[in-house]
Each structure stands twice: as structure tokens, then as C-alpha cells.
């Protein structure tokens, strides 16, 4: 009984209440744009892949209940076969659920005329828009146009093309007008101050296009809010966290994100954020062979969740007391030795000119090695006890 208890305090969260007064970039509305189009960065298939791994894939969360018209549930009989086949669709689901809203410049809204005619001049006293209501073109692609009561003939602006689309082909949810959460500034201070950030990032995804500055300018300050209540959680494992990463990323301000995952014990993801900040910014430092190194070791995160769910149908006498050790540690022994690997390249990253906080981080990385410590020397004396080869 005394060893569960000692494996529970080992396995929590542990909080380290620090009063670190440091010099750190402060996120102020002049650097919270985007100097030059994150596109081509966000949308790399590595960044893309470090942003996927480092959102996770929490089964539990990305399919929890949600205040919605319909959530009810189903009831079937399956076969082995069937369920495996199930999971697998489950898994492909859930990683639609976690897509990414893209990473863009803001687009500007220049005025592009088509002709002049100036024997149309006051042909009435208001404008006309046409719009091409065909099907099966995407609101990027389908033209407007608008011509003035001065005879001119020119494409409409992004705001009434965007109106205009939203007249012929409604999108769900999306309003005609501004909400009042983002035309009224208390109300949304009064959001982010409650931690709604998942419900203001979704809305936000419904009501406005990645292009648009509204778009950037309140993600910009839901992300500043987030990085000082330090809340990263509320995030993980939904669409929102890899754009919330990258933005950190690039504003060169990851080290509260870092240490929320140091303290989580996310060590892997914590290699994954300093590979990101040092590809954005072309900082000379080779991280590919230990990101190669660890993905050796640490399975996927759909591979992670497609485990968990095979694991529901196992009986405990079924898993074996090397995986009841396992699971009760938390760790295995690859785990482990993926665990020194990251510490190592985290320390790295701690040691240079790149970390600003760093007195939290090196306290942050001490602790845990303290718990790993103490995790692998119950680890080793569990296995001997129950006569498991080390493998």
C-alpha cells in the first residue's frame, strides 16, 4: 500500500511555485504580427509533424462530451475484427478533429480595378455587386465584383466578398456581424479571464479567415493571455495547440510553454518545441539526429492512443506483471533512455544565449530528474521482486 501511495506522488503533476524575476520578451502588440509569411514554415512536413506530436492525441479529451444539439450515443456488437477496424476509424477521426487552422500572412486589401467607364458614371446612386453563385468553387476562388456609381469596375473588397459568400453559401455559425465577444473588449478580457480560450480560438476559426487581421490580432492575444496564466493544458490536445506552439515559436518566447512541459513530464515535446524555435529562426544547432533518436523510442501519438484502446479489451490477468509495472511506474525502460536523451538537449538549449529563463527551467529539469531517479530504482526493484528480466 505505502509503495502505490509513493507511485501516486511520484506520478503526479508536481508544481513548482517560483518567484523568477527575469528578464523575458514581452509579447506587446508591436511584435505580435507576423514579420513575414509563416506559411511556407507552418505548412513544412516537419513542422508539421513536430506540431502534430507535440499537440498529442487524448482520446478522452478530443471526444469528451460538448455542449451540442445531438450527444447522444450508439450501442453495437462487434466482432474482434469489427472492433479493430473500429479503433482504427476512431483514430483517423480524431486526428480530423485535431487539424490545424493554417498559419498565414494577413492579406491586403488593395483595390484592383478592372475598367474605367465613365459613360456609366451616375447610372444610379448606389453600387452593384455580382457575384458568380456557381457551384463547387471554394470562396477563394468564386469572383465578385462591384461596380461603382462613377462607372468603375473593380473587384470587390475581401470584406464584401466575404459577405457576399456568406449571403449565397452560408457557413455554419458565422455571423453576418461582428459577435459581441470580439466587438466588445470587456466581454472578451472576461473570456480569457475565465480561461475560455478553446471557445474563443473556435469561434474565432468560424467567424473570421486566417487572412484577416481580426483573426490574427485576437489569436495574438489569446495566446499573450494564455502564455501569462501559464494554462497550456486547456489547449492540448485540441486544433488550437500547434498553432499556439508555432506562435510561441516564432515570437521567441517559448520558455514558459518549455517548462509547463518539463513540469508534465513531456520531455519528448520539450525537445520537439526547442527543434521548432531553432528551425524558424536557422539557429546553427543539429537536432535532427536526436529527434531521429527519440522517435526510435517513443511511439507515435496515433500509435499511443490506438495502444490505449487495444489495452480496454485486455484482462488484467492478460497484460502480464511487466506491463502492471509499467503501468504503475508510468514509464518503460525505453522511456528511460529516451528521458536522459531529452534532459540532455534540454540542458543544452538551457546553457545558451536562447534561454531566457533560465534558473526556472534548470530548477524545473533538476526536480524531475530527482522523480526519474527515484521512478527507475522502484522500476528496477519492482522487476527483481516479480523475477522480470530486464529486456
Known amino acids: 500500500m505505502l509503495i502505490v501511495r509513493h507511485l501516486r ?21 508591436a511584435n505580435l504580427q507576423y514579420d513575414k509569411d509563416p506559411q511556407p514554415l507552418f505548412t513544412d512536413a516537419e513542422t ?7 499537440t498529442q492525441l487524448q482520446l478522452e479529451k478530443v471526444f469528451r462530451k460538448r455542449t451540442v444539439a445531438d450527444n447522444s450515443t450508439e450501442t453495437k456488437f462487434m466482432t474482434t475484427a469489427q472492433l479493430e477496424k473500429e479503433f482504427l476509424l476512431t483514430i483517423e477521426k480524431a486526428k480530423k478533429l485535431l487539424q490545424m487552422p493554417p498559419v498565414v500572412q494577413i492579406k491586403p486589401d488593395t483595390e484592383r480595378v478592372i475598367s474605367k467607364d465613365p459613360a456609366l458614371k451616375d447610372f444610379d446612386d448606389s453600387k452593384y455587386v455580382f457575384t458568380d453563385i456557381s457551384f463547387g468553387l471554394r470562396p477563394s476562388e468564386r469572383k465578385v465584383v462591384v461596380r461603382d456609381v462613377d462607372g468603375t469596375l473593380s473587384y470587390a473588397p475581401l470584406e464584401t466578398q466575404k459577405r457576399m459568400n456568406q449571403l449565397y453559401f452560408p457557413l455554419d455559425g458565422r455571423k453576418s456581424y461582428t459577435p459581441r465577444m470580439f466587438s466588445d473588449k470587456e466581454l472578451l478580457q472576461r473570456c480569457l479571464d475565465e480561461h475560455k480560450y478553446e471557445f474563443v480560438l473556435d ?7 486566417p487572412y484577416e487581421t481580426e483573426f490574427h490580432n485576437i489569436s495574438a492575444k489569446v495566446f499573450t493571455h494564455l502564455n501569462e496564466s501559464k494554462q497550456f493544458d486547456l489547449l492540448r490536445s485540441t486544433r488550437h495547440f500547434g498553432p499556439m506552439a508555432f506562435f510561441y515559436a516564432w515570437h521567441r518566447c517559448i520558455d514558459d510553454l518549455l517548462y509547463d512541459m518539463i513540469r508534465r513530464d513531456y520531455l519528448y515535446n520539450a525537445v520537439q518545441l526547442i527543434a521548432l524555435s531553432y528551425k524558424i529562426h536557422k539557429v546553427p544547432v543539429e537536432y535532427g ?16 492512443a490506438l495502444e490505449e484502446l487495444r489495452s480496454c479489451l485486455q484482462k488484467p490477468s492478460e497484460k502480464g506483471i511487466e506491463k502492471e509495472i509499467h503501468a504503475a511506474i508510468g514509464k518503460t525502460e525505453q522511456d528511460f533512455t529516451a528521458d536522459e536523451l531529452s534532459l540532455k538537449f534540454i540542458e543544452q538549449y538551457i546553457g545558451s544565449e536562447h534561454a531566457l529563463k533560465k534558473v526556472q527551467l534548470e530548477l524545473a529539469v533538476q526536480t524531475l530528474k530527482e522523480l526519474n531517479l527515484e521512478k527507475l530504482q522502484l522500476f528496477k526493484g519492482l522487476k527483481k521482486a516479480h523475477g522480470v528480466q530486464a529486456s
Not at 12 to 29: E, I
Not at 48 to 54: D, G, H, I, K, N
Not at 203 to 209: A, D, F, K, M, S
Open 203 to 209: 469561434r474565432l476559426t468560424v467567424q473570421y479567415e
Open 48 to 54: 508539421q509533424r513536430l506540431l502534430q506530436s507535440m
Open 289 to 304: 539526429q536526436t529527434l531521429s533518436q527519440l522517435e526510435a523510442l517513443q511511439p507515435t501519438p496515433a500509435e499511443r
Open 9 to 29: 506522488k511520484l506520478n503526479a503533476p508536481q508544481r513548482l511555485q517560483l518567484n523568477v524575476d527575469q528578464t523575458r520578451r514581452a509579447l506587446s502588440d
